[in-house]
């Protein structure tokens, strides 16, 4: 043990410590149940939720660490500054899910436990208020299709892709496109149908592209 370094004087201290983590923890684990039970289920997203069990914690210890050094907290922007993340949001939902991680660390981290509590009762009720309606008012739900095609055929089959998809899918909407790789990726939202034929769906689609070069996922 360091010389001068006295266990029972740190105890107050670690305490102040270990508690807004835990907290923090729990808070990332919600935050991470929640995510999957309305979203990742039925949404394809760029998989931020693999990221809060981790980054619960820290944003809560970075807070701690720099709520009382302004010359940490200018160290720790400059550092951020120079550093690039890469990875597309590709629905916008998402973005919420990040902001309620990043409040309830916040809430762990300036010990306002019971504010972070109601915080996380009133999303739940408001996605599940939001699950319900939408479910109604749409009868079967609204599915939701991914469709990624090769860069370079992409420009050749766009018009008889959308004239097929508008064609099949009731109720289509694009709601992103995005390019990653060397493919493009389209995410629509359409309205189900109990008798629709999804394999010679299919197999239209992977005609239209000329073979195994477009890949699909249904939701």
Same mark, same amino acid.
């Given at each position: ?7 029972f ?12 983590l ?8 919600i935050?991470y149940?929640?995510?999957?039970l ?26 701690? =660490?720099?709520?009382?050094?302004? @010359?940490?907290?200018l160290?720790? /922007?400059g $550092? %951020?500054?120079?550093?690039?993340? &890469? ?5 916008p939902?998402?973005i ?14 300036t010990s306002n ?16 208020v ?5 479910n ?12 990624? =095609?090769d860069?370079g055929?992409? @420009?050749?089959?766009?018009?008889? /892709?959308? $004239? %097929?998809?508008?064609?099949k899918? &009731? ?25 629709f034929d ?6 239209e ?15």
């Amino acid at each position: 043990m360091p010389e001068g370094f006295d266990l029972f004087a740190s105890l107050p201290e670690m305490k102040e410590t270990i508690i807004p983590l835990g907290f923090s923890v729990l808070g990332a684990v919600i935050t991470y149940l929640v995510y999957n039970l309305f979203y990742g289920s039925s949404h394809i997203g760029a998989g931020v939720h693999r990221t809060f069990l981790v980054g619960g914690p820290v944003i809560t210890m970075i807070f701690l =660490v720099i709520q009382t050094s302004i @010359p940490l907290g200018l160290g720790l /922007l400059g $550092a %951020l500054a120079i550093v690039r993340f &890469r990875t597309p949001v590709k629905d916008p939902a998402e973005i919420g899910f990040l902001l309620l991680l990043i409040a309830s660390s916040l809430g762990a981290a300036t010990s306002n436990y019971l504010i972070t509590a109601l915080m996380f009762i009133i999303v739940f009720a408001a996605l599940g208020v939001h699950r319900l309606i939408s479910n109604r008012i749409t009868l079967l739900g609204r599915g939701h299709l991914m469709i990624a =095609v090769d860069r370079g055929t992409f @420009p050749s089959i766009e018009k008889k /892709l959308m $004239a %097929l998809l508008s064609e099949k899918l &009731r109720g289509l909407n694009l709601e992103t496109i995005s390019t990653i790789d060397n493919r493009v990726s389209l995410n629509y939202q359409y309205k189900r149908r109990a008798d629709f034929d999804w394999s010679a769906f299919i197999n239209e689609l992977n005609q239209l592209a000329g073979g195994p070069g477009i890949e699909i996922f249904v939701s």
